[in-house]
């Protein structure tokens, strides 16, 4: 089993009369891609902060490649990006490199780095010139640097064009690929449905819910949806399996996770008679719903 390169262990943190980081614990691990989502305020930045060594928490522990937040060895371990990530405007892209490698104390290949990220044709230009994506860009050529063992990235895509995020995935992908355990701050849920390995989900200073995609669909119980296209008879079809007639020659039922294998086998049963079937899980917005938001009087959790 892989060692948590981050391990977040009962922290709790209380700010005046509020708690807003209570009794969290999370772990990750190298190589890991971890999202953390919750609404505004929920507590995501406090989180990061304090795993930065940027504010202490009041119990617990939180422990990064073995060393305590904020301590040489933890910091040397640590990358973070944040949301609007700012640089000297008159350095190009290269001299600011050059000079994060040097105080790095790191040999880099700064031009290579740069090409990596997709600024090749501006690693000479002013970054007072870069555009957000740009500097988003840059601010990940710089945590590609170091190596680092954990990356922390709040919100990395706020902000840019599709094809943009897409390629800052590609790189956070590739961060993750030479082992740096990866947790990214987001509201952007299609994109880490698709791009992490991992999901947790923060309600008001708690950890509502730390899993898979599949485990989180698995916990909520929420119905995944069957469509099944008929090839002549679509009526025929509803009054065998039930569901609703959605369009003339499609049914669409939904079933709980658990009665999944029983229905496919049950359409399956029909033969010739159906034509295709989509099988459409629960998204992880409807997932996030779910856990983000707080329990109704009477809801069983
Ligand atoms: N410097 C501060 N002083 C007092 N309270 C603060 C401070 N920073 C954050 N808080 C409070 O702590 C709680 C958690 O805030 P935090 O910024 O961690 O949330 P978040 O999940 O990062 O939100 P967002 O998605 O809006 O960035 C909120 O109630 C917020 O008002």
Same mark, same amino acid.
Do not use: W
């Given at each position: &089993?892989?060692?948590?390169?981050?391990?977040? *262990?009962n922290a709790?943190?209380?700010?005046g009369?509020?708690?807003?980081? *209570?009794?969290?614990?999370?772990?990750?691990?190298?190589? =890991?891609?971890?999202?953390?989502?919750?609404h505004?305020?929920?507590?995501?930045?406090?989180?990061?902060?304090?795993?930065? #060594?940027?504010? %202490?928490i009041? !119990?617990?522990?939180?422990?990064?490649?073995g060393?305590?937040?904020?301590?040489?060895? $933890?910091?040397?371990?640590t990358a973070?990006?944040?949301?609007?990530?700012?640089?000297? %405007?008159?350095?190009?892209?290269? =001299?600011?490199?050059?000079l994060?490698?040097?105080?790095?104390?790191?040999?880099?290949d700064?031009?290579?780095?740069?090409?990596?990220?997709g600024?090749s +044709?501006?690693? +000479?230009?002013r970054?007072?010139?870069?555009?957000?994506?740009?500097?988003?860009?840059?601010?990940?050529?710089q /945590?590609?640097?170091?190596?680092? $063992? /954990?990356?922390?990235?709040? @919100?990395?895509?706020?902000?840019? +064009?599709?094809?943009?995020?897409?390629?800052?995935?590609?790189?956070?992908?590739?961060?993750?690929?030479?082992g740096?355990?990866?947790?990214i $701050?987001s509201? $952007?849920l299609?994109?880490?449905?698709?791009?992490?390995?991992?999901?947790?989900?923060?309600?008001?200073? =708690?950890?509502?819910? +730390?899993?898979?995609?599949?485990?989180?669909?698995?916990r909520? #119980?929420? %119905?995944?949806?069957?469509?099944?296209?008929?090839a002549?008879d679509?009526d025929?079809?509803?009054?065998?399996?039930? #569901?609703?007639?959605?369009? #003339?020659? !499609?049914? @669409?039922?939904?079933?709980?996770?658990e009665?999944? &294998?029983?229905q496919?086998?049950?359409?399956t049963d029909l033969?010739?008679?159906?034509?295709?079937?989509e099988?459409t899980?629960p998204?992880?917005?409807?997932?996030?719903r779910?856990?983000?938001q707080? %329990?109704?009087e009477?809801?069983?959790?």
């Open positions: &089993m892989t060692a948590d390169v981050l391990k977040i *262990s709790t943190k209380d700010r009369k509020a708690r807003v980081l *209570s009794d969290v614990s999370l772990t990750v691990q190298p190589g =890991e891609r971890v999202a953390l989502l919750g505004n305020g929920a507590g995501k930045s406090t989180l990061i902060k304090a795993v930065l #060594g940027l504010t %202490p009041g !119990s617990g522990a939180i422990c990064i490649d060393a305590a937040p904020g301590s040489t060895k $933890a910091r040397r371990a973070y990006l944040p949301e609007a990530v700012s640089f000297h %405007p008159a350095l190009t892209g290269r =001299e600011q490199l050059t994060f490698a040097k105080l790095d104390g790191a040999k880099a700064v031009a290579g780095l740069l090409d990596r990220v600024l +044709d501006a690693l +000479d230009r970054i007072g010139t870069y555009s957000k994506g740009m500097r988003q860009r840059l601010g990940l050529a /945590v590609l640097l170091g190596k680092p $063992a /954990v990356a922390l990235l709040d @919100e990395p895509t706020s902000g840019l +064009d599709p094809i943009s995020r897409q390629d800052l995935y590609a790189i956070i992908d590739q961060l993750a690929g030479q740096t355990a990866v947790l $701050a509201h $952007a299609t994109e880490v449905e698709a791009r992490t390995d991992r999901i947790a989900i923060m309600r008001k200073g =708690e950890l509502v819910a +730390d899993d898979t995609l599949t485990g989180l669909s698995r909520a #119980g929420l %119905p995944i949806r069957l469509r099944v296209r008929a002549t679509a025929a079809i509803a009054a065998q399996i039930g #569901g609703q007639r959605i369009n #003339g020659a !499609s049914v @669409e039922l939904n079933c709980s996770p009665d999944k &294998m029983a496919l086998r049950r359409i033969g010739a008679a159906v034509a295709d079937l099988i899980p998204k992880l917005e409807d997932l996030y779910h856990f983000a707080e %329990p109704k009477g809801d069983v959790s």
